[in-house]
């Protein structure tokens, strides 16, 4: 019994919370380890897809990490990777006939890009590099922790790139007519997709300069 | 033909895997430090993604689009199996992957042990799904030009990345801010490189 | 572990997955054909110049939707709906359920087709829609071409075009692309059948007594511009019996 109530206290314990917050910064998925950017930076030219797409990511991580935690001591080790795939795929496809049922125009701009969650890189290297070792609840602040690094990422590349590019947020007009009659002019260029990288580009060198850590020789 | 010929150039030049749609961008920043290696990860993906395409049109052809299963028996014409999609494409890479590996390993040893190392990590490289993925969009008419598109999205892939290969070896001797070595200028030459390949959106075809 | 536990897994796997992902497949398809007939019908109203929302086309539709008529290829209606009443007028067909895509397969096989159409009744404008589908360099090209009662002279248009060149590319599914088509006619003088298509470089380019066929091209898609004008000529040109009936 006491034991019992110590593990529920160490729910929320340092040690996991770091598990959530690490991934925000030192160890965010995308500027540091490189993972998963491809399937997102196609869909950031609005916020609101963008949005979509990072809760989908961030459901699939935890989910697929939870899974994967939970089976870890019976899957055999020569078709791991095929396991893992079988529950990552199943796990997109049940998101992405949930989107086409709930939010049917976003599911249309999102069009392929939910499909390639599977080929996600923080997926599989969450799913190798924690789940097969840890028991599901870290497992599944992992893959929380691991999506909201992602998302704010993907967030912030929409809110940009959506304010300045179309002078709009989540659809509605932020930059108000006058502006555009006293000669502002959307950035069409932040639509495009090279905007993309070279905004993610600067967060990186943002992160950076302020942790010396990250640096990297070349 | 002409327009198996144009989706060809246009999937190098004006959609390009990478510079369009990001795609494959994991491999293509990891893989990208020097140019021989990057010239054989291209050559694989070219190769896997002429064979995954369509192989995987077939399959949507003939099993997954809604009342494809005809084929077998006029009463399955209700049967829709699209939702089956991503998971049946992932696996038809995974193992064609697989039979590629072994395919080359007994034919070319040679091929085998300067594309080998990369052959697996073709499996999860994002622009081979999203290849097929495309592929089903899009609704390519006939099986030419699935291979046209594969052939050419596969081209776009491995020009894109021999190209920041070449530039990384290059920049090596550079004075960039030391926060914005590795990972940031990459990222930021790629973003210049894609504005570079936006003028091919000119071409008339 | 042996071969034999590997294969139990896998199969049990695979047997679990299937089951979870037909039964998820099974649940949600009502409401993902709801969303797919909304957007439809969303099409269909645009098309008559209205700017219905998710939330208001099904009602805005049975509002102004006044028949679903389906024509076979002499241009004979054999199936009429009336949308109010949710009655049968002639024949078993809806209009809205009948797939232009899959008919325009069976006519280019050489087998028999049906053709849908609806008709808009507002305060201010009755007319016949018709909808399009081909394609452009890039996958599918859909929309709606509404004629005024004259059956002759376009009252409205709306066209999409789901993947294009993310930014750039053809702008066929914006406003000023298919307002354009307002006024313009299908048939010429003589009553000959010659549709209305994108004009690179601008209507300008035709002569005068032309201009009333075409319409700007949007630049940087020449292909979906090309696309859409044989797209219209073609779907059009299968309605001609009907239209001159």
Partial sequence: ?218 | MQESINIFVKSIFIDNMIFAYFLGMCSYLAVSKSVKTAVGLGIAVIFVQVITVPVNYLLNKYMLTPGALTWISPRLADVDLNFLSFIMFIAVIASMVQLVEMIIEKFSPALYNSLGIFLPLIAVNCAILGGSLFMQEWEFENFGQTVAFGLGSGTGWALAIIAIAAIREKIRYSDIPKPLRGLGISFILTGLMAIAFMSFLGIKI | MSNSYIFRYAAILVVLVAVILSSAAMILKPLQDKNIAIAKMRGILEACNLHPTADDAVQMYEQFISREVVINPQGEEISIYDVKSKEFVLGTTRAFEVDLKTQLKHKSAGEDYILPLYDFVSQNDTLLVIPVHGRGLWGPIYGNIALKTDRNTIGGARFFHDKETPGLGAEIDQYWFSDQFKGKQIFDGSGKFVSVRPIKGGAGKLPESQRIHGVDAVSGGTITSNGLGTTIDHVLGSYVVYLTK
């Fill in chain 1, 1 to 218: 019994m006491k034991s019992q109530q110590k593990e529920k206290e160490s729910l929320f314990s340092p040690r996991y919370r770091k598990l959530i917050s690490n991934p925000l910064s030192l160890e965010n998925p995308i500027t540091v380890q490189v993972l998963g950017i491809c399937s997102a930076l196609a869909v950031t030219t609005k916020l609101k897809p963008a949005f979509v797409m990072a809760l989908s990511v961030t459901v699939v991580v935890a989910l697929a990490n939870v899974v994967i935690s939970l089976l870890r001591n019976g899957i055999p080790s020569r078709i791991r990777i095929i396991v893992q795939l079988t529950v990552v795929a199943a796990l997109v496809i049940l998101v992405d006939q949930v989107l086409k049922a709930f939010v049917y125009d976003v599911s249309k701009q999102l069009s392929v890009f939910v499909g390639l969650i599977i080929t996600n890189c923080i997926l599989m290297g969450r799913l190798e590099a924690f789940a097969m070792a840890n028991k599901p609840w870290p497992a599944f602040l992992d893959g929380i922790g691991n999506g909201l690094g992602y998302s704010w990422i993907l967030i912030a590349l929409g809110f940009f790139r959506e304010l300045f590019g179309n002078g709009t947020l989540w659809g509605y007009r932020i930059i108000p007519q006058s502006f555009y009659e006293a000669g502002y002019f959307n950035n069409g260029l932040l639509i495009l997709p090279p905007a993309a990288l070279i905004l993610v580009g600067t967060i990186i060198w943002i992160q950076r300069s302020r942790n010396k850590n990250l640096i990297e020789e070349y």
